[in-house]
């Protein structure tokens, strides 16, 4: 019998996702701002070098963001227009096919970006 699960958690679950990708778009906003920064106070080809790469980095990552609000905002429509249609409480359903897909993209990017968040403060540390 194929696992089931409570259509509300599934679907919170997808808004507290779409919510921390949200912070990570706003922590990019931040980490640019500091890299122009860095930019203007540092010349040297060592480091327009290293700014460079860590702006691609974080380009590559918005557009993971984006790509996995993306998904998940389908999803989570989904799961609203099943919870209406249906409107009985504790609901539950099979979980769907591409959960396992969007939760192992997210995490693992979670993952990566977490790794670039340091890499990030460790290059600005130095910078300063």
């Known amino acids: 019998m194929p696992q089931e ?19 990570d ?8 701002d500091r890299l122009l920064e860095i930019g203007e106070e540092n010349k040297s080809a060592e480091t327009k ?3 460079e790469d860590l702006e691609k980095k ?9 790509s996995l609000r993306h998904r998940m905002h389908l999803e989570k429509m989904n799961l609203a227009a099943i919870a209406r249609e249906n409107a009985k409480p504790g609901l539950k359903i099979s979980i769907p096919e591409n959960y396992a897909y969007i939760r192992n993209d997210f995490f693992e990017f979670r993952i990566s970006f ?15």
């Open 49 to 51: 070098k290293k700014l």
């Open 5 to 23: 699960i409570a259509i509300k958690s599934l679907h919170l679950e997808y808004r507290l996702w779409i919510a921390e990708l949200n912070f």
């Open 58 to 66: 974080f380009g590559i990552s918005r557009d993971t963001i984006d």
């Open 25 to 32: 778009i706003n922590l990019i906003r931040i980490f640019n």
């Open 114 to 128: 977490n790794d670039l968040k340091s890499e990030f403060l460790r290059f600005e540390s130095h910078a300063s």
